[in-house]
């Protein structure tokens, strides 16, 4: 009997079709051994040996999996990236197998020729990986466990801090104060409008003579148009060109995030968790439980030649070899990747997402039927255009009119990249021209000038700021959302629409990590640091010394910020309120949510209660979480939040009034914005006179 050992046990059924007899599978549900919660369990003065126990609420399971694997001959198939391969290694401490035994097998997708692979070809465990995982394990135990701290005392109370984590809010902070500094600069645009042949058409002020022109105010646009109003619009030149728009890469991690979010209109949190079920298995009516797409932590953009084949393949018999790039399209994978795993696809182009609509909910569908369309379009032909770029001149003045129109589809006959609605709206100008000639006076319907202003960066979304955080080197796939997604669980962060924005407390935090560990967390030091794990896990690097170097300049970070009186706290301010369980007085204190009221004998009485500017103490709702009362309250810039009277012990905050009701799609709690009732979570809104 051979036992082997996974992670999630959703992936049991899906593994065990392709097994056959012989096999048992046993799932450890994620980690059975890590480092325990509630002590720092490094040992800084040796060679910051970790100190790893077997997981508490992992008694029961971690005994049963040693009585199977005492009767079997045992093969690990945790997931194929570095924490997976940390986890495998301690399975087989657990287990007190022989780390130099070939029982170690992965695979990067679930399917019989995968697996059958996978099983031909067992290796040992990669101690590279496993320890440039430890390194990165104990780099964040270090930070989480000796800055969280110093931020608690000097900040607020129970607030965290990561390596990365901090880094990611910095990026949101930083955009915010681009965005408040920005100065609005004026300039004007001047369009001209025309018809020729019943087609409508325009053209834009571009120019003076030789030099490009810049409309600053009213009175530079009413000169021009002195000139341009008593001028014949003659065209100066017509030149036609064909382009080519290649295909895009199949998805890595953080496209299919972005592609998710602009697309669908899915969180973080939904893409992983449908992504997850999507690789794991699911249920399809007539199969039972079948993976449907490869591994979905990578940043690489390579496929298998199978892959590429049998997609080719598909094209050529579904849209026609026209629709087939000249030669297999190959895909340039960043500098800085791990390039450890192929691209997200489909496992197979036969099961199309139309196939297995009914089996799914309806994010899986949605999230398959984009991974498959992308993945389809990478191998297709580019797709064509025809261009026509006019001149046109108006007494000296510049203007320019240009079309595209779309000669062969290619890939676009299957996938469409996003583009923002500003973008839209520009493309959208840009339409069919009717023949035009040198030296043809056009007619002009009407001129139009407007007044506009220069825009300031866009705030973050979840999916830009992965974008971003990748782009920039900082934290890997597997924990791209993860981090994101903490911001605004710990409210250093609220949404506004899909937008990211820091909250005042977010800004405390980085204000305060900007004075005293601005050579630590920033963007530059934690690139370099995802480089060196990169350089264990090369076996370039041995992980204790990269730990060591990152030690020894935060230690001395960590001393100067402790010693100084430096404190970002707000003093408590005295009240004339009473409080009703011990009789003291009140003080007016701030936290992690705003203001609120706690009494002056703490720590012998604990009462708290909300504070709003009014006084009013008026429950809006019981708290979704704890079943508590939620109250109105304000920030300290007057901005209405509610939040549950259990200050230290729940976490509820909502920016939008919940309405104690829950949603019938999703489960999560309603809110009300403006007139609508909507899910705070999924994209469910109330019908009027509905019941839920």
Not at 30 to 55: M, T
Not at 67 to 94: F, M, N, Q, S
Not at 183 to 210: C, M, R
Request: charged letters at 30%; proline letters at 4%.
């Amino acid at each position: 009997m051979k036992l082997v050992v996974i992670e999630a046990p959703a992936k049991r059924e899906t593994l065990k079709k392709y097994l056959g007899n012989g096999y048992e599978v046993f799932a450890t549900k994620g980690h059975i051994r890590d480092l325990p919660v509630k002590s720092f369990a490094i040992d800084i003065n040796n060679n910051f040996q970790p100190h790893y126990e077997n997981k508490p609420d992992k008694k029961e399971l971690i005994s049963e999996l040693k009585h199977k694997a005492d009767k079997a001959d045992v093969l690990i198939a945790t997931d194929p990236d570095r924490e997976g391969e940390a986890i495998a290694w301690h399975i087989a401490k657990v287990l007190n197998l022989d780390l130099n035994k070939n029982c170690r097998i992965v695979y990067n997708e679930i399917s019989k020729n995968a697996v059958k692979k996978a099983l031909d070809n067992p290796r040992a465990i990669d101690l590279n990986l496993v320890n440039a995982q430890q390194a990165r394990r104990v780099m964040d135990r270090i930070v989480g466990y000796k800055l969280s701290p110093i931020i608690s005392k000097k900040v607020a109370p129970k607030l965290s801090a990561g390596r990365v984590q901090s880094v990611a809010l910095k990026l949101v902070v930083d955009r915010e104060k681009e965005i408040e500094n920005f100065k609005p600069e004026e300039y004007w645009t001047v369009t001209a409008f025309h018809e020729k042949s019943d087609i409508n058409f325009k053209s834009t002020l571009q120019g003076y003579k030789t030099k490009k022109l810049k409309l600053e105010n009213k009175d530079a646009v009413t000169e021009a148009l002195k000139t341009i109003k008593n001028s014949d619009f003659i065209v100066e030149s017509v030149k036609k060109s064909r382009t080519k728009s290649h295909a895009p890469a199949p998805f890595t991690t953080s496209t299919m995030q972005q592609d998710a979010l602009n697309k669908l209109n899915m969180s973080l949190n939904r893409t992983t968790a449908s992504a997850q079920q999507l690789y794991e298995g699911v249920e399809v009516k007539g199969e039972g439980k079948i993976a449907l797409i490869t591994y979905i932590r990578t940043d690489s953009t390579r496929v298998s030649e199978e892959a590429q084949k049998a997609c080719r393949e598909f094209i050529a018999g579904k849209y026609g070899k026209n629709y087939l790039s000249e030669k297999p399209n190959i895909y340039a994978t960043k500098k800085n990747a791990q390039d450890a795993h192929e691209a997200i696809r489909p496992i197979s182009m036969q099961i199309t997402p139309e196939m297995v609509k009914d089996s799914l909910t309806k994010d899986n569908y949605n999230l398959y039927k984009l991974i498959y369309e992308r993945f389809l379009a990478s191998q297709m032909a580019e797709a064509e255009y025809s261009n026509v770029a006019v001149s046109i001149d108006a007494g000296g003045y510049k203007f320019k009119s240009s079309g595209r129109t779309l000669e062969f589809a290619g890939y676009t006959a299957v996938y469409k990249e996003f583009v923002d609605e500003d973008k839209e709206k520009d493309k959208k100008d840009t339409g069919k021209l009717p023949p035009l000639v040198e030296g043809e006076k056009l007619v002009v319907k009407d001129i139009k000038e407007e007044q506009k202003f220069t825009k300031p960066p866009v705030r973050y979304t979840e999916a830009s700021l992965v974008k971003a955080m990748e782009e920039k080197g900082i934290g890997r796939p597997a924990t791209y959302a993860a981090t994101v997604t903490i911001l605004t669980a710990r409210s250093y962060c609220i949404k506004e629409g899909k937008y990211l924005v820091p909250t005042e407390l977010g800004r405390k935090i980085t204000e305060y990590l900007e004075k005293f560990f601005s050579g630590v967390i920033n963007v530059k030091f934690t690139a370099h640091m995802e480089n060196r794990l990169d350089d264990i896990a090369e076996n370039k690097d041995v992980w204790h010394e990269v730990v060591s170097s990152f030690w020894n300049g935060f230690k001395g970070l960590l001393e100067k910020a402790d010693s100084s009186s430096i404190t970002m706290k707000a003093e408590p301010v005295e009240t004339d309120i009473i409080c009703d369980k011990c009789g003291h007085k009140m003080l007016l204190r701030e936290g992690r949510y705003g203001k609120f009221l706690g009494c002056s004998n703490f720590p012998k009485c604990r009462n708290i209660i909300p504070y709003n500017e009014s006084g009013e103490r008026k429950s809006v709702c019981v708290c979704p979480q704890c079943g508590k009362n939620v109250y109105a309250l304000k920030t300290k810039k007057g901005k209405t939040f509610y939040a549950c009277e259990d200050r230290e012990g729940c976490n509820f905050m909502s920016w939008d009034i919940p309405t104690g009701e829950k949603c019938p799609e999703c489960g999560n709690y309603l809110v009300k914005k403006g007139k609508l009732v909507k899910c705070s979570s999924c994209k469910y809104v109330k019908k009027e006179g509905s019941a839920t």
